[in-house]
């Protein structure tokens, strides 16, 4: 009799464990999902605000454009155009991160980097572990107690 209630303890637990496998695994593809999206907001966030950047910046290019056309045209020296030199490669970057294909880029170097050079993105003493975060916490609770007593005695 001993060994069917065993048995069926034995059964009841595996099924107990495979419940909270796949609830372990339905809970992890919500995470990921849900950080996907957060970063598909931000990324989109990031593309708007290069536009709206770029709409404010356009409106100041032109600007300075006809202010030093009609610099040049009245004085005839090439001294009001040339602060257009630099702002032609800050507009043409500014286009390009707003709607050229700055974004495709700068994600393809990042695949290469993550491919190639995954020293670059280590983080300093590795990945933080359990042990260093407990460790964190212990001190500042530690620290925090301390200040306490000082603030009672001062």
């Known amino acids: 009799m001993g060994s069917v209630i065993g048995k069926a303890m034995d059964e009841n637990m595996k099924k107990q464990q495979d419940f909270?496998?796949?609830?372990?695994?339905?809970t992890m593809e919500r995470q990921v999902q849900m950080q996907n999206?957060?970063?598909?907001?931000?990324?989109?966030?990031?593309?708007?605000?290069?536009?709206?950047?770029?709409?404010?910046?356009?409106?100041?290019?032109?600007?300075?454009?006809?202010?030093?056309v009609l610099g040049f045209m009245k004085t005839k020296k090439p001294t009001p155009i040339i602060p257009l030199v630099p702002l032609t490669f800050i507009f043409g970057y500014q286009y390009d991160l707003a709607y050229g294909t700055k974004m495709e880029r700068m994600r393809a170097e990042?695949?290469?980097?993550?491919?190639?050079?995954?020293?670059l993105i280590d983080l300093p003493h590795g990945l933080p572990t359990f042990a260093t975060i407990e460790m964190g916490r212990l001190?500042?609770?530690d620290a925090e107690r301390v200040q306490k007593v000082n603030d009672l005695y001062l």
């Open 37 to 68: 999206q957060m970063r598909e907001r931000q990324m989109a966030m990031m593309v708007a605000r290069s536009r709206d950047l770029f709409m404010w910046y356009s409106s100041f290019y032109c600007v300075v454009l006809v202010g030093g």
């Open 110 to 119: 990042a695949d290469r980097i993550l491919d190639t050079e995954m020293s």
């Open 139 to 141: 001190k500042q609770k």
């Open 20 to 26: 909270m496998l796949q609830v372990n695994k339905l």
